[in-house]
């Protein structure tokens, strides 16, 4: 099987593939999709602060809105921005691929504008596009995650209808002071369950499964929630810290959400952000314009930068200090946390941010650790 010079071939339909294949349709070109199961049903949970969507995408992509999210460190603050579990089949509805020639396959080689699928089926394309998700963790810095969905009657004395925590760092996981710290995220996804799900971000090579689950299970029991054993559960380990495409990025496929950089590195969010960013770069690729450079501004590349600086402090730090780091944080101004949490390109309120939380962050000696003037491989293994 062959297929001939069309403008775009997107390769991998994660969300964010699916969403370029969709929204390069939708702007005329001609467009081919390849992946080895596209009908297959994504599984992680997708969450978003609900300002970060692009405006044409619909209302029904999101299955849960929460309007005040909370936040444990010292004390309990909430949050005045809404925000949403998205949902999957809704999200995936909104994104037609109508006109799309879908390719059922696994892609072996993928240049700048030819793909070999192992089944044989050769694509070339002005404009390969590569949305195939990131590669291994290694020892890099990572995200790591242990899910549990339970029951929203039975959780409904930890997390309520319509609340949703974000960041628990209250000393519920049974973690001992010289572990690397994890929190808990907890959300209702709008299926009759709630997630709760003990987090690591930042920490070289990551934490296990077995660890994450165990903390997940202290914190439920603090609470008074037993689990059966026969709970569904979602696991997720990925590197945190993918770079964005060099300016000099030329015969080469493009990369495109999580591959290209799209992850946020102190959140590993990245679905929304891809999301707000695919008509920028189909706008690009219409104009015959680099899509890189459009991208990835000079003020978007130094937001990069310093979030990966926000990344080493964060993959530093015990339970306590990054309960007082974040403490620090949440008390800044809204702006300042959107710089932080979600702005692609403002890179004067990040600056502001970073050097607020260091400032604000008590005791003195722990901005050491932060800045990463002492222990600065901690849980380096």
């Known amino acids: 099987m062959s297929i001939a010079d069309v403008d775009v071939c997107v390769v991998g339909l994660g969300p964010t593939g699916w969403a370029a294949a969709h929204r390069a349709a939708a702007a005329g070109l001609t467009v081919a999709a390849v992946d080895p199961r596209p009908d297959r049903v994504w599984t992680p949970t997708y969450s978003c602060w609900i300002d970060e ?14 309007d005040k999210p909370m936040v444990w460190t010292h004390a309990e603050h909430r949050i005045d921005r809404p925000y949403a579990v998205l949902s999957k089949p809704g999200l995936r509805d909104a994104l037609p691929l109508d006109g799309v020639e879908v390719v059922t396959g696994r892609a072996v080689e993928v240049h700048a504008h030819r793909v070999r699928t192992v089944e044989g089926a050769t694509i070339t394309a002005a404009t390969v596009v590569d949305a195939r998700g990131l590669p291994p963790v290694h020892r890099r810095p990572a995200a790591s995650a242990h899910g549990i969905f339970v029951d929203a009657e039975r959780a409904a004395g930890f997390v309520g209808e319509g609340e949703g925590l974000l960041l628990d760092w209250r000393d519920e996981n049974g973690a001992g002071p010289n572990e690397p710290p994890s929190f808990l995220y907890a959300v209702p996804v709008g299926d009759g369950t ?3 799900e003990e987090t690591s971000l930042g920490v070289p090579g990551g934490m296990s499964q077995r660890e994450l689950r165990q ?4 914190r439920l029991r603090a609470h008074g929630v037993e689990l059966t054993g026969a709970e569904p559960n979602e696991a997720a380990h990925y590197p945190l810290g993918q770079p964005p495409p060099s300016w000099r990025h030329r015969d080469q496929p493009v990369p495109f959400g999580s591959r290209g950089g799209m992850m946020h590195p102190c959140t590993g969010y990245s679905v929304a952000a891809s999301l707000a960013l695919a008509d920028t770069f189909i706008d690009a690729l219409s ?3 680099h899509a890189v450079a459009a991208l990835w501004t000079a003020q978007a590349r130094l937001v990069h930068w310093m979030r990966m600086r926000g990344l080493a402090g964060m993959g530093r730090l015990t339970t306590q200090q990054s309960r007082a780091m974040f403490e620090s944080f949440f008390r800044a101004s809204p702006r300042e946390q959107r710089a932080l949490l979600s702005a692609h390109d403002d890179a ?11 400032a604000h962050t008590w005791p003195f000696r722990w901005r050491f650790d932060l800045v990463g ?3 600065r491989n901690r849980w380096a293994a």
Do not use: E, M, Q, Y
């Open 348 to 358: 004067i309120g990040l600056a502001a941010v970073l050097v607020s939380t260091v």
């Open 215 to 218: 903390r997940t299970v202290n």
């Open 373 to 375: 003037w002492t222990n």
């Open 194 to 196: 709630v997630i709760f």
């Open 287 to 289: 104009a015959g314009d």
């Open 53 to 66: 969507l692009p405006a044409w995408l619909p209302a029904s992509v999101i299955a849960v809105r929460i």
